[in-house]
């Protein structure tokens, strides 16, 4: 069974930086993203990374430009790069991955209902 460990959240003021890392305790799947839920809203897909050729990566329109997505093969590692956080984005921030889809299938993105494995969350507090 997959397992994956978020780490690197924190508080942080408005305008500051954070950088969330996503350990698999297999290898980094071709398919995998960062999603965030805050108390009383739906989950929300924010960044998302296709290994397959060079590697495409996909943003939310509200992240694009300040959070970056990344992965380290060597290190099992997924990371988000968050920079110029806002108060709104106060929330548990989660990575996922789809270990099932096939070598030739479109990747799930920002969409949940694609991955199948999810780890435990990460907090990420951005005050004013």
């Known amino acids: 069974q997959v397992q994956l460990v978020e780490s690197g959240g924190g508080s942080v003021q408005a305008g500051g930086s954070l950088r969330l890392s996503c350990t698999a305790s297999?290898?980094?799947?071709?398919?995998m993203g960062w999603f965030r839920q805050a108390p009383g809203k739906e989950s929300e897909g924010v960044a998302a990374?296709?290994?397959?050729?060079?590697?495409?990566?996909f943003y939310a329109d509200s992240v694009q430009g300040r959070f970056t997505i990344s992965k380290d093969l060597a290190k099992n590692t997924l990371s988000l790069q968050m920079n110029n956080l806002k108060p709104e984005e106060t929330a548990m921030y989660y990575c996922?991955?789809?270990?099932?889809?096939?070598?030739?299938?479109?990747?799930?993105?920002?969409?949940?209902?694609?991955?199948?494995?999810w780890g435990q969350g990460t907090q990420v507090t951005v005050s004013s």
């Open positions: 996922a991955a789809a270990p099932r889809v096939g070598p030739l299938s479109p990747c799930p993105r920002l969409a949940r209902t694609g991955y199948d494995v």
């Open positions: 297999e290898k980094v799947y071709r398919c």
């Open positions: 990374f296709d290994s397959r050729g060079r590697g495409s990566m």
